[in-house]
């Protein structure tokens, strides 16, 4: 059997080495290192493949995340609620803007934001709400836009976790994840599903002035050469990052495609098991796609409810087979995000999550010999 790995990011190289490195040698004679042609070009192929009108390439996704925020024009003391249960990166930018974060609890099916609780925490200053679209599906995003248009909210997706989700909204519009709320952003970094050799993000938006305003901030706040019309920051996509972008970016659906089949393999084992609790897909494609596409597994998540997540968490460890807990500690413990204002009760399903939650090994490149050895692992020792 080939050694488990949370992430196998070698398999994908040795199927695009010869088109990325013959990229990236072309880069270095022409010695266009940011922006330029190859950016250019990724950022149209990407606006195609999300269906929006306007992909603005940036440095990471935390800068994706912050440009957009800024893009709006978010004041500070400006409310902003996402959810308790994700990668601090979405906190932390709202907290660096000086807006105030509101944390909310999520749902325990599908980990993502409790439309809800989104609703209870609407204040006078609440001024957008930031849907993490979770370990790979969309938040509920019917509901949310619904509430953001009778409370007159942006919604800014976090979708660094779910790029090449499909979404079906009720009224039958088709879209990407990313592409639905007033602007969307995403990562790069090289283990999400689409990720670069490196640090880089991007932001999506179908609206033409603030996509005109966003591309202003990521360079300094430039609309003209050194004419600074607005409080800007450096954040650009390197071409050698969209070089190995666009080789992968054809090949996205059919790395979904993997990651849906180990993901199916993985429930199917775990069928009937009286201590785990499989990730939970909405369909709401139903009748529509063939084979579900609202889910591309960024991780694939279990939650162990007999009290033994830890220990199997050094089960699995000390057996060669690599695992992770995303995340252990809710938001609104951490100590840069604690506030007075914030209840224990508040937060019912996150506090519980983050003692069950336990993610498997999850890529392109898992074979059935190595999930049927995982899965054997994992029920033989819940049920030891
Ligand atoms: C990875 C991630 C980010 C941040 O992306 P970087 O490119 O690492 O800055 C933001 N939000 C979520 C949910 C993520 O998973």
């Given at each position: 059997m080939k050694k488990i790995q949370m992430v196998d990011l070698n398999g994908q190289y040795q199927e695009i080495k010869e088109q990325v490195n013959t990229a990236i040698a072309e880069i270095l004679e022409t010695s266009?290192?940011?922006?330029?042609p190859e950016v250019h070009a990724f950022q149209k192929e990407l606006e195609d493949y999300l269906n929006v009108k306007h992909v603005i390439p940036c440095a990471n996704g935390t800068d994706a995340l912050q440009i957009a925020m800024m893009g709006l024009g978010l004041k500070p003391g400006d409310e902003v609620i996402t959810a308790?249960?994700?990668?601090a990166a979405t906190v932390e930018v709202i907290a660096l803007l000086q807006l105030t974060p509101v944390l909310v609890d999520v749902y325990p099916d599908t980990f993502n934001i409790n439309v809800e609780a989104i609703e209870k925490a609407i204040t006078p200053k609440t001024k957008a709400i930031v849907p993490v679209h979770l370990f790979g599906q969309c938040a509920n995003m019917d509901a949310i836009m619904a509430l953001a248009k009778k409370h007159n909210l942006y919604v800014i997706e976090d979708n660094a976790q779910a790029i090449g989700a499909k979404y079906y909204a009720s009224d039958g519009t088709k879209y990407m994840a990313?592409?639905?709320?007033?602007v969307g952003a995403t990562s790069f970094f090289?283990?999400?599903?689409?990720?670069?050799?490196g640090d880089g993000g991007a932001i999506f938006t179908n609206d033409d002035d603030l996509a005109h305003i966003i591309r202003g901030v990521v360079n300094?706040?430039?609309?003209?050469?050194?004419?600074?019309d607005v409080v800007g920051v450096n954040s650009r996509l390197d071409a050698i990052q969209a070089a190995v972008l666009r080789a992968k970016l054809p090949r996205l659906n059919g790395y979904c495609e993997s990651r849906r089949n180990a993901a199916r393999a993985y429930s199917k084992a775990f069928e009937?098991?009286?201590?785990i609790i499989t990730p939970k897909t909405v369909t709401h494609c139903e009748g529509i796609?063939?084979?579900?596409?609202?889910?591309?597994?960024h991780q694939y998540t279990l939650r162990?409810?007999?009290?033994r997540r830890d220990a199997l968490v050094q089960y699995l460890n000390k057996n060669n087979i690599p695992c992770g807990v995303y995340?252990?500690?809710p938001l609104h413990r951490q100590k840069a995000y604690a506030?007075?204002?914030?209840?224990?009760?508040?937060?019912p399903v996150t506090n519980q999550l983050v003692t069950e939650v336990i993610s498997l090994p999850m890529h392109t490149e898992l074979d059935s010999e190595q999930i049927n050895h995982i899965t054997d692992m994992v029920i033989g020792f819940v049920n030891e």
């Amino acid at each position: 059997m080939k050694k488990i790995q949370m992430v196998d990011l070698n398999g994908q190289y040795q199927e695009i080495k010869e088109q990325v490195n013959t990229a990236i040698a072309e880069i270095l004679e022409t010695s266009a290192f940011i922006n330029g042609p190859e950016v250019h070009a990724f950022q149209k192929e990407l606006e195609d493949y999300l269906n929006v009108k306007h992909v603005i390439p940036c440095a990471n996704g935390t800068d994706a995340l912050q440009i957009a925020m800024m893009g709006l024009g978010l004041k500070p003391g400006d409310e902003v609620i996402t959810a308790d249960f994700t990668f601090a990166a979405t906190v932390e930018v709202i907290a660096l803007l000086q807006l105030t974060p509101v944390l909310v609890d999520v749902y325990p099916d599908t980990f993502n934001i409790n439309v809800e609780a989104i609703e209870k925490a609407i204040t006078p200053k609440t001024k957008a709400i930031v849907p993490v679209h979770l370990f790979g599906q969309c938040a509920n995003m019917d509901a949310i836009m619904a509430l953001a248009k009778k409370h007159n909210l942006y919604v800014i997706e976090d979708n660094a976790q779910a790029i090449g989700a499909k979404y079906y909204a009720s009224d039958g519009t088709k879209y990407m994840a990313g592409g639905i709320g007033h602007v969307g952003a995403t990562s790069f970094f090289p283990s999400k599903n689409l990720g670069c050799y490196g640090d880089g993000g991007a932001i999506f938006t179908n609206d033409d002035d603030l996509a005109h305003i966003i591309r202003g901030v990521v360079n300094h706040g430039m609309y003209e050469r050194y004419h600074h019309d607005v409080v800007g920051v450096n954040s650009r996509l390197d071409a050698i990052q969209a070089a190995v972008l666009r080789a992968k970016l054809p090949r996205l659906n059919g790395y979904c495609e993997s990651r849906r089949n180990a993901a199916r393999a993985y429930s199917k084992a775990f069928e009937g098991q009286k201590h785990i609790i499989t990730p939970k897909t909405v369909t709401h494609c139903e009748g529509i796609c063939d084979i579900c596409e609202c889910h591309v597994f960024h991780q694939y998540t279990l939650r162990i409810t007999n009290g033994r997540r830890d220990a199997l968490v050094q089960y699995l460890n000390k057996n060669n087979i690599p695992c992770g807990v995303y995340y252990p500690i809710p938001l609104h413990r951490q100590k840069a995000y604690a506030d007075e204002r914030y209840k224990e009760e508040d937060f019912p399903v996150t506090n519980q999550l983050v003692t069950e939650v336990i993610s498997l090994p999850m890529h392109t490149e898992l074979d059935s010999e190595q999930i049927n050895h995982i899965t054997d692992m994992v029920i033989g020792f819940v049920n030891e």
